[in-house]
């Protein structure tokens, strides 16, 4: 009895001591759950700020219909107040034109030359270190008219790159400058470095006359020598142009390039090329007026002797001396002179890559104001995510590259307090497009996608107004890959061809090609008894 009793006792005492510590861990998880709490801030939040934070996520489920919808009657207020194409109406938010757009004009020439420009190169002119800015001006420089203000100077504009080659389509979108450019809504050819311009021979013979007095980021003279040394000895030369780009030939000629005078140049073609014009404001068109002679002449083998080239090559550790040439016309050369807006202060890899403003420009605003306004541009390199986080935040200065559009709520319902705004701009098309090969190499397959009713039943396959409000929170315009409303070519018939989604309509037009075969999975089979199958290709950005 004593053992027993023993026993007892200890398993009581166990008892106790185990329940003792399983309620002082019970006490101390409350304890601290409760400190977690306050400290969160979460006892202390106000019922009205639960109701905004309800509000928001409501906002973010109804796919931002609140933020989207202002936007749009803001838009669709702008369409009264512009040009129509002759016969149309715009009416819906895909083809809107802007309030306003800039444009172009040349500067009078009865018109005095009193220019103006920003305080830090006057600041040089006070110093010697550069001529007044009437001597820098061209005679004829461009004048381009804001669409909303003009100025003030000063400021930097800030943007964000995913790499030192990201930072490189500067070149190409911020410094567009030809003998022509494209106009802001891509309809017409606005003169550029070109003042005017004469097409003869039926389209064979182009003549450009250029502005007087331009001059090259280092004071030198722009003139029609700069066009035939890219010609003579960039363009045709193997080396540097192994093959000629086909916008600079005709029938497999390449073109002629000639001299009239320093400030009129001719191109000819063997037969009539129409679309040269469109050519030299796109993308080949910039290369044209790129290089300047003076400075590169020192590294070309037709101006300087073979031998140092090669030295010069070698110690700057090329193999070839066309190697050493496209490194010193490369963009972040700083000493190439340049035709641009902002000209490479700090190129990569400086953090963050610095453009600074060009004193040379060659433009003006309507009051004499040398452009541009701003006197740097800055490149931060970040990732894709940070990138938009920057932006969500506020930290971008203007830009649309690389931001993803499922960050869109997030940027509409950012913008009012972090001081920015969203802007939407037309669309062409669309950039999402099912495009079928018509010319697959299965012949069963080509077969069934040549056939015009298969298009038509994919067509109506597609629920589109379900993927705007999915994919692009209802702001697209489900639509046809036609021409907009912008364009005089556009037809709503066009535009709204088979875009009901009708999964009957589609089956039956399937039905009546003969594919009315389905698998046990209800995969429609095509003639030969395998399942009808489309594979698509997207590219990842």
């Not at 073609?269 to 002449?297: E, I, M, N």
Request: charged share 25%; aromatic share 12%; with cysteine.
């Amino acid at each position: 009895m004593t053992k027993r009793k023993l026993a007892m006792k200890s398993i009581i005492r166990f008892a106790v001591r185990f329940g003792s510590v399983f309620l002082g861990l019970c006490i101390l998880v409350w304890v601290l759950s409760q400190l977690t709490w306050y400290l969160s801030g979460a006892g202390q939040v106000n019922p009205e700020k639960l109701e905004k934070v309800a509000a928001l996520q409501q906002r973010l489920n109804s796919n931002i219909s609140k933020a989207v919808s202002p936007l749009n009657r803001t838009l669709s207020a702008t369409v009264e107040a512009l040009p129509q194409p002759k016969g149309k109406s715009i009416t819906d938010k895909g083809g809107l034109r802007p309030k306003s757009v800039h444009s172009v004009a040349e500067w009078p020439e009865d018109r005095s030359r009193d220019f103006h420009e920003a305080p830090m190169l006057h600041q040089r002119v006070q110093s010697k270190e550069l001529p007044p800015v009437g001597e820098r001006l061209p005679e004829n420089p461009l004048v381009v008219i804001p669409p909303d203000q003009m100025g003030p100077y000063g400021g930097t504009w800030t943007r964000f790159a995913t790499g030192p080659s990201d930072i490189g389509i500067y070149k190409a979108r911020l410094s567009y400058d030809g003998l022509v450019r494209w106009g802001p809504m891509g309809t017409k050819i606005l003169p550029n470095l070109a003042a005017r311009w004469e097409i003869e021979d039926e389209g064979r013979m182009y003549t450009f006359w250029l502005r007087r007095g331009v001059h090259w980021s280092d004071g030198h003279p722009f003139s029609v020598d700069d066009i035939l040394f890219w010609y003579e000895y960039v363009l045709k030369n193997p080396d540097l142009t192994p093959t000629i780009p086909r916008q600079f030939q005709r029938d497999g000629e390449p073109m002629q390039v000639e001299k009239v005078d320093d400030y009129t140049v001719r191109f000819r073609f063997k037969t009539p090329y129409g679309l040269f014009l469109k050519v030299l404001a796109s993308g080949r068109g910039y290369q044209v007026v790129d290089y300047p002679a003076h400075y590169l002449k020192q590294y070309h083998p037709d101006f300087v002797s073979q031998q140092r080239l090669e030295e010069m090559a070698k110690k700057a550790q090329f193999d070839f001396w066309y190697q050493l040439f496209e490194d010193r016309f490369e963009w972040r050369n700083r000493d190439t002179p340049r035709l641009w807006p902002w000209l490479v202060k700090k190129p990569p890899p400086a953090q963050p890559t610095i453009f600074e403003r060009n004193p040379y420009y060659w433009k003006v605003d309507p009051e004499g104001n040398q452009l541009p306004y701003i006197d740097y541009m800055t490149f931060e390199i970040f990732d894709t995510e940070t990138i938009n986080l920057k932006a969500i935040n506020g930290e971008m200065g203007m830009q649309g590259r690389h931001l993803q559009f499922d960050n869109y709520p997030l940027f509409t319902e950012n913008s009012n307090h972090r001081g920015y705004r969203v802007l939407h701009w037309m669309s062409s098309g669309g950039g999402t497009v099912l495009a079928p090969n018509l010319n697959h190499k299965d012949p069963v397959l080509r077969k069934i996608i040549g056939d015009r009713r298969f298009r038509i039943a994919l067509s109506h396959a597609i629920d589109r107004d379900e993927l705007n409000q999915l994919s692009y929170f209802g702001v697209g315009t489900p639509r046809q890959v036609a021409p907009p409303p912008l364009s005089p070519f556009h037809e709503p018939e066009y535009e709204r061809a088979y875009i009901e989604y009708d999964p009957e309509t589609a089956n039956r037009l399937l039905d009546e090609m003969g594919l009315s075969k389905r698998n046990r999975k209800g995969i429609c089979l095509r003639p030969d008894g395998k399942p009808l199958q489309l594979l698509l290709r997207v590219t990842s950005v």
